[in-house]
């Protein structure tokens, strides 16, 4: 009977190590489950859609290589995004020139600035005006003017745009048109889609 009994009370002991091994598996198990999630990756979206500082009442500016400044952008608020170098301004105006003295001029309830491409969009009651270059003569210094809902300024191409309907007003007439591009470099408007209204020539 006693070595039945210590043949029980070895095995019993044999059997410790497996019992405390999986009642540590069972309470790692409980603890994983019990411990709240981190949500790592949904902070870290969040984090990238947030601004990484905000400013009013502010001013960028650009220059060329050789120091001289060729756009000046101001704000009411300016918030900067740091995934594309974004700015995101309210109440925007733009003051652009070139090498050869030609300027543009422009405001919006908001715009979008890439630092990256080195573009400009104006969003809402967008207005420009684009100066001819001083000396100028004729109709061809009359500044010319544009309306719309949204305009696009490239500062590398020196190109406005946009794909949706802009007025285009000038001393010799006003055109309409569902898209429009405008080089500031030469001067020359393309206008695409439901083109329409007048300008009034100079005779030869």
């Known amino acids: 009977m006693k070595k039945l009994w210590l043949h029980a009370l070895d ?11 999986a009642g540590l598996a069972a309470f790692t198990w409980w603890l994983v489950q019990s411990t709240p999630r981190s949500n790592g990756p949904a902070r870290a979206a969040a984090a990238s859609s947030a601004p990484d500082y905000e400013l009013e009442q ?33 109440e925007v105006r733009l003051s652009a020139r070139d090498d050869a003295g030609k300027r543009l001029q422009a405001v919006a309830r908001q715009g979008f600035a890439d630092g990256v491409n080195q573009t400009v969009t104006l969003k809402g009651g967008a207005h420009a005006v684009a100066f001819a270059e001083p000396g100028a003569k004729g109709l061809a210094s009359s500044p010319v003017t544009f309306e719309g809902e949204i ?20 001393e010799a007439g006003v ?22 209204g007048y300008y009034d020539a100079p005779r030869r």
Do not use: C, W
Not at 11 to 16: E, G, K
């Open 175 to 196: 055109v309409r048109g569902g898209s429009m591009l405008h080089d500031q470099r030469t001067g020359i408007t393309e206008f695409h889609q439901h083109v329409s």
């Open 58 to 90: 502010a001013r960028v500016e650009r220059f060329a290589p050789k120091g001289q400044l060729v756009s000046v952008l101001d704000g009411r608020v300016m918030r900067h995004y740091v995934d594309g170098d974004r700015l995101v301004i309210d």
């Open 151 to 170: 305009l696009k300024a490239d500062n590398r191409s020196q190109v406005l745009s946009s794909d949706q309907p802009v007025r285009l007003l000038h």
């Open 11 to 21: 095995q019993a002991r044999s059997a410790i190590p497996i019992v405390a091994v």
